[in-house]
């Protein structure tokens, strides 16, 4: 037997979606629950997402049978990713609006359809153009967490904020918001579904602790039955009656797991810190099969200069920014390579391409190049359309001089001339579409009419610009595989008793793909409810 300082039925690690839906619907089964977090505050890198959960069939649309289960199973059939475990797709799709309930039932979260957000491949069959299926939390007022309001991880404000999350905030506020009234205390997306998820712990008593990080795994036989814990100096074991549920997050931040397991290089991670693979070493530590590791939820960044979170170099992930028109993304040998217009995961697998003859990646020195237009226009993160454009733009009166001072091929001139021949001659992209699917334009300049013209503009007005590209991440999505109710696996192939994983932490039921925005929160939810009936009820979730 293991001596443990104090007991709980459930016991969680990590703050994030995942972690403090399992918690709430822990206690909303009646359980004892407490959520163990490292860091000094709540959230991880949900807290500073857009806070988007897809759930792809449900029967909360116009009419309940607009999302059946059959297309949501036809839609994601047509990614060509043999790590698609068939019963975990099918477990989340069929699970995903009884989460959606069950969290309503249980906290103050409400969540509505984010209207007219495309699925990411829309066209695909079972894909929805129109959306429907991603769904934004409810602004939530952070004065009802008392002292806790200032205990959940926020990025430092500034013009763009979090890069990624700017555009969606201000379409959030100007459309489906119009009108309400809001104190300076409510906050929007991943901030409030974090503090709503949070208000029904604190509410309900379950223990929350910060500062709190889990650093072993304990059994007694095969069942896992509490966690150690260290608190600064002090260390202290828990237990665990019905179960400890791993939503620690990725291991993006840990640069020898990264190295060890990611398909190609990363060194531009995009959330906290905190998300280094505590979770996934524990999970290794007691024998958990492992999967999907070479996969993340990619993204395209940018670093400023000077710029860190939490002591650490800081990247932005950027999607408006490369949408506009009036921009493109070229490589070293000064050529596109890919749709700068499509989401950013699928952008990522550009950037890990492999030279056959030279065994390097060619597209992984990139820049985003685009002109003085495209700037006094639209800005470029931090940079106010009115302020001066930084020494780091690489600011040139021509683009050969542009490619001279950053180190691009001079063809450089000849891709720019093709992109603004195309585009002023056909208003198309033959070379790679740009602006063909409807998602590609979501994100570009919405005051045009729909259709290409949102992504696709020429690029003649100097002085031209050149910005550095990176490929970075969200989060990775790899760790221990898991059956349908987040039951983790040993190597063995059985289940190892009284261990849960769910969020990034697991393997995750996406494999490669990402079918529509919030894909990364609905799996993390849906899986982290499943776990935590599974756990507190004993059986099976049907």
């Known amino acids: 037997m293991v001596d443990v300082t104090e007991t709980f039925d459930l016991v969680v690690l990590g703050s994030g979606a995942a972690g403090l ?11 004892s629950v407490a959520v163990f977090e490292k860091e000094s505050r709540l959230g991880g890198t949900t807290a500073v997402s857009g806070g988007v959960v897809w759930i792809p069939a449900h029967r909360r649309g116009a009419s309940p049978d607009d999302f059946p289960v059959s297309d949501a199973m036809t839609y994601l059939s047509s990614f060509a990713d043999m790590r698609l475990r068939p019963e ?15 969290v309503e039932a249980v906290t103050p979260v409400r969540f509505s359809i984010s209207a007219g957000f495309p699925d990411y491949k829309p066209e695909l069959p079972g894909g929805r153009p129109g959306g429907g299926r991603s769904f934004n939390p409810s602004p939530f007022d952070f004065a009802e967490l008392g002292e806790w309001a200032d205990r959940v991880y926020r990025f430092p404000p500034d013009w763009s904020d979090v890069g990624f999350d700017a555009e969606t905030l201000a379409r959030l506020k100007g459309t489906a918001l119009r009108g309400r009234e809001f104190t300076e205390s409510t906050r929007f997306m991943g ?38 814990i260290q608190e600064g100096e002090r260390v202290y074991a828990v237990g665990a009656r019905r179960g400890v549920v791993l939503a620690t997050g990725g291991f993006e931040w840990d640069e020898n797991l990264v190295q060890a397991f ?5 060194r531009a991670p995009v959330g906290p810190p905190g998300a280094s693979g505590d979770g996934l070493r524990m999970a290794m530590s007691v024998g958990a099969a492992l999967g999907n590791m070479a996969e993340a939820w990619w993204a395209t960044t940018v670093k400023i200069p000077g710029d860190e979170i939490d002591g650490r170099p800081r990247s932005r992930s950027i999607r408006s920014e490369r949408t506009r ?36 990646y060619p597209n992984l020195q990139s820049w985003m190049i685009f002109d003085d237009r495209h700037l006094r226009r639209y800005g470029f993160l931090g940079v ?9 733009f690489h600011g040139s009166a021509t683009l050969a001089e542009l490619a001279a001072r950053t180190g691009i091929d001079p063809a450089l001139v000849d891709t720019v001339e093709r992109w603004n021949r195309n585009v002023s001659e056909t208003m198309s992209d033959p070379d790679f579409h740009r602006g063909r699917s409807i998602y590609d334009g979501y994100w570009g300049d919405r005051s045009l009419p729909e259709g290409p013209a949102r992504t696709l503009g020429t690029i003649e007005v100097p002085p031209f610009y050149a910005v550095p590209i990176h490929v970075g991440t969200i989060g990775t ?23 849960y994983a769910a969020g990034n932490v697991m393997a995750s039921a ?24 599974h756990a507190v009820r004993g059986q099976p979730v049907d």
């Open 510 to 533: 996406m494999g490669g793909a990402y079918p529509g925005a919030g894909a990364t929160i609905g799996p993390a939810m849906v899986f982290a409810y499943r776990a935590a009936m």
């Open 21 to 31: 839906t399992a918690a709430a619907i822990g206690l909303g089964e009646g359980a």
């Open 88 to 102: 975990m797709v099918e477990a989340y799709v069929r699970t995903g609006e009884r989460m959606l309930d069950a």
């Open 262 to 266: 990611l398909r190609g290089p990363m």
């Open 384 to 392: 106010r359309p009115e302020d001066p454009a930084p020494e780091w």
């Open 325 to 360: 028109p009036g921009c493109i993304i070229v490589n070293r040998r000064g050529r596109r390579f890919a749709n700068e217009a499509q989401d950013y995961n699928a952008l990522g697998g550009a950037f890990h391409q492999i030279d056959p003859e030279t065994l390097t």
């Open 191 to 228: 901030q409030a579904l974090i503090g709503g998820l949070l208000k029904a712990l604190l509410d309900g008593g379950a223990v929350v602790r910060t500062g709190a990080r889990a650093v072993e795994l304990l059994k007694d036989g095969a069942r896992v039955v509490g966690v150690r």
């Open 477 to 499: 999505k790899g760790g221990p595989l898991t059956t349908v109710n987040g039951e983790v696996l040993h190597v063995s192939g059985d289940v190892i008793p009284g261990l």
